[in-house]
């Protein structure tokens, strides 16, 4: 084994684990690609180092700058293990909903975090609006995960190849939506690779995105406890046309999902991961998905000590 050049050189290549009892009685095996165990603890450490790689290559980033994000606590991670060895200031901007236990591990990375209102996308209270408002006042550099081409990219050229490589038969992708970034990289390429696999959104009850899936149209903007995923708007990055279908995971089975990825598969993973593999269980039951099932853990289970749900497994 060599030597990595630096903990960006870690990100990526992240394990491809097959469920056991959890996925009981499906048709297809339902797989899991294990992206809380990317260095920063989830998917978006990928697009976190795709993103500044692209800046600075473009000239449009120098050693001082500082770097401001619109983040659920995710990106923000990956973002702090890169600012300081790049020389970089950082500052996240939350939405008051993300979990304390969040704003305890960026902080401890350095990191500079502004905690806003759960706005809605018309406030100027809302996380994404007010980091537009710093960046352009401020001039600070705007990480703009939800608009940046280089997160989709990256999971192109790292996420849909390295699953591809894995599952060359795969039957079905599933994933949430926070950025979009996954599911439409993951998803264009098996439109062109693997034209038979079924693509589909894990969204929760409450979100907005399912009925835009199946509809075009925009469903009711509810409320909802699980992080980093779901919306009430679709997000730029999200491309409709590679997703084939949604699945509607209401919190409760999201949180006991994740609870039984623990006891049961030994996956300490989030809510988020909860709601995807819920929903990838269910495509891997129907009679129209011929081969495994693969879906994404997004981020671990540290990220979410202090949130009451998870507090009720010591009381079980």
């Known amino acids: 084994m060599s030597a990595l050049g630096g903990i960006a050189d870690a990100i990526g290549h992240t394990p491809l684990v097959r469920l056991g009892a959890i996925a009981s009685g499906t048709r297809v095996p339902v797989l899991v690609k294990c992206e809380h165990m990317n260095p ?17 290559e473009r000239g449009g980033l120098t050693r001082g700058a500082t770097l401001v994000e619109a983040t659920a606590g995710n990106t923000g991670m990956g973002l702090a293990l890169l600012a300081g060895a790049r020389g970089y200031r ?21 990191a500079e975090v502004m905690i806003v209102p759960n706005a809605p996308p018309t406030s100027a209270d809302n996380f994404r609006n007010v980091v537009d ?12 995960q939800f608009r940046a081409p280089a997160n989709v990219r990256v999971h192109e050229e790292t996420t849909a190849r390295e699953i591809l490589a894995d599952v060359p038969d795969i039957g079905a992708f599933v994933a949430g939506v926070g950025t979009g970034g996954t599911i439409t990289g993951v998803g264009r390429v098996l439109a062109r690779e693997a034209p038979r696999a079924r693509v589909v959104l894990a969204d929760p009850v409450g979100s907005a995105l399912a009925d835009w899936v199946e ?46 990825l623990a006891r049961e598969e030994g996956l300490f993973v989030g809510g988020s991961a909860g709601t995807n593999v819920a929903a990838a269980i269910r495509v891997a039951r129907r009679d129209d998905v011929h081969g495994p099932v693969v879906t994404v853990l997004p981020d671990g289970l540290d990220r979410y ?4 749900w998870m507090k009720k497994w010591a009381e079980r």
Not at 40 to 56: C, H, N, P, W
Not at 305 to 308: D, I, N, T, V
């Open 40 to 56: 920063g603890g989830s998917v978006k450490d990928r697009i976190a180092k795709a993103i500044l790689d692209d800046a600075e």
């Open 90 to 110: 950082l500052v996240c901007v939350m939405p008051e909903k993300m979990s304390e236990d969040k704003r305890f591990a960026l902080r401890a990375l350095g």
């Open 133 to 144: 408002r710093l960046a352009r006042e401020r001039g600070w550099f705007n990480v703009d």
């Open 215 to 260: 509809t075009g149209s925009l469903g009711a903007d509810g409320s909802y406890l699980v992080e980093g995923i779901g919306g009430s708007i679709a997000p730029p990055l999200l491309d409709r046309s590679v997703v084939h279908a949604a699945e509607r995971v209401p919190d409760e089975e999201s949180f006991d999902t994740a609870r039984r």
């Open 305 to 308: 000590r202090a949130q009451p």
